[in-house]
C-alpha cells in the first residue's frame, strides 16, 4: 500500500525557535495533504489542507501565520511551527488522499516537545 | 457542522471477550464512514470503511454496519486478543479525497 513518511518522528526545541516537519508521499503523488494535531489521549483535530502549488487552507481557529504549510511538489509537505511555545507541544500528523475510493494514508507522526 | 461521537474509554476487556464500540454521526448528506486503528507507538491504520447506507465493513474479526436510519457505525469483535489493544477512532468522510472528521477515539486494553 501506499506509504507517507513523516520527518522527525520526534523533535525537542526551545521556547520561541521554530520547528519544520516534513510529511512525504513516497510512492505516489498527492496534491492534497492534511495536518492534524492529536493531544495527548484525544482525538484528531485538522489544522490544514495543504494544497500543491497554492495556498494552504486552515480551519477556524488555527493562527496560519504560526503554523506555515508549504506543499512545494506532489510528494512533499512541510508544516513549520513558529515561535513555539509549550502550548505547541503535540502530536502532529500528516496524511493524503490515495488513488484509491476514499483511501487516506497517514504518516507515523512527529511529537513535538517546546521547553 | 459534521461531527462524530463515540463512547468514551477506557475499555478493559478480557482475551476472548465481545467488544462493542458505539459511534455516531451527525452530517449532512452521505458520507462515507470508516474506523482507524492506532497501536502503541504508531500512525493511524485504516481498519475497515462503509460508503454506503446498510454496506458492511470488515477486517481482521472487526465488523461495522453503516445504519443511516440510527446515524450509527458500531464496531464490534466477537472475539478479541491482546493484540487488539490499540486507540480505535471512528470517522466520517463527506467525499473522496477530502479530510476526515474524527471522533475522540476510545482507548481498548484487553488483558490476557
Known amino acids: 500500500g501506499a506509504v507517507v513518511s513523516q520527518h522527525p518522528s520526534w523533535v525537542i526545541c526551545k521556547s520561541g525557535t521554530s520547528v519544520k516537519i516534513e510529511c512525504r508521499s513516497l510512492?505516489?503523488?498527492?496534491?492534497?495533504m492534511f495536518w492534524y494535531r492529536q493531544f495527548p489521549k484525544q482525538s484528531l483535530m485538522l489544522m490544514a489542507t495543504s494544497n500543491e502549488g497554492s495556498k494552504a487552507t486552515y480551519e477556524q481557529g488555527v493562527e496560519k501565520d504560526k503554523f506555515l504549510i508549504n506543499h512545494a511538489s506532489l510528494t512533499l509537505s512541510t508544516l513549520t511551527v513558529t515561535s513555539a511555545h509549550p502550548e505547541d507541544s503535540s502530536f502532529y500528523i500528516c496524511s493524503a488522499p490515495g488513488t484509491g475510493d476514499h483511501e487516506q494514508y497517514f504518516g507515523p507522526g512527529t511529537r513535538l516537545t517546546v521547553t | 457542522g459534521d461531527s462524530v461521537t463515540q463512547m468514551e474509554g477506557p475499555v478493559t476487556l478480557s482475551e476472548e471477550a465481545f467488544l462493542t464500540i458505539n459511534c455516531t454521526y451527525t452530517?449532512?448528506?452521505?458520507?462515507?464512514l470508516f474506523w482507524y486503528v492506532q497501536y502503541p507507538g504508531e500512525g493511524l491504520q485504516l481498519l475497515l470503511k462503509?460508503?454506503?447506507?446498510?454496506d458492511k465493513g470488515s477486517n481482521k474479526g472487526f465488523e461495522a454496519t453503516y445504519r443511516k436510519e440510527t446515524t450509527s457505525f458500531h464496531l464490534e469483535k466477537g472475539s478479541v486478543q491482546v493484540s487488539d489493544s490499540a486507540v480505535y477512532f471512528c470517522a466520517l468522510q463527506k467525499a473522496a479525497g477530502n479530510k476526515l472528521t474524527f471522533g475522540g477515539g476510545t482507548r481498548v486494553l484487553v488483558k490476557p
Open positions: 462503509a460508503t454506503k447506507a446498510d
Open positions: 510512492d505516489f503523488q498527492a496534491t492534497t
Open positions: 452530517a449532512t448528506g452521505y458520507p462515507s
